[in-house]
């Protein structure tokens, strides 16, 4: 079993920058794929960012393109999310999630494990 544990949500200004961090608790695997998602009220949840495990494949979506980083820390399967130049538009529950092999995956349904959620507000 596999559990995430998101965090460095918080409430910022518009134009300003968080950084989310997703690390595993409990067993970890060699390949995989993660992806940042997000929710805001009353919308569907959204593919944000995805990294495969060697760091080599990224995929955005458009609406973060240019502002957003996806990365790997350190640890096997720590993924961290730099927010930059944030709008009010991307206030959401932030959710990191993780799918098992190393295939890029932008639909919510394909991923195996997610997280618990962290809060992002950005004010106007």
């Known amino acids: 079993q596999v559990q995430l544990v998101e965090s460095g949500g918080g409430l910022v200004q518009a134009g300003g920058s968080l950084r989310l961090s997703c690390a595993p608790s409990?067993?970890?695997?060699?390949?995989?794929?993660m992806g940042w998602f997000r929710q805001a009220p009353g919308k569907e949840r959204e593919f944000v960012a995805g990294?495969?495990?060697?760091?080599?494949?990224?995929s955005y979506a458009d609406s973060v393109k240019g502002r957003f980083t996806i990365s790997r820390g350190n640890a096997k399967m720590t993924v961290i999310l730099q927010m930059n130049s944030l709008k009010p538009e991307d206030t959401a529950v932030y959710y990191c999630?993780?799918?098992?092999?190393?295939?890029?995956?932008?639909?919510?349904?394909?991923?195996?494990?997610w997280g618990q959620g962290t809060q992002v507000t950005v004010s106007s």
């Open positions: 999630a993780v799918r098992l092999g190393n295939v890029v995956t932008t639909t919510d349904s394909g991923y195996d494990y």
């Open positions: 409990g067993r970890t695997f060699s390949s995989y794929f």
């Open positions: 990294i495969n495990w060697s760091g080599e494949s990224t």
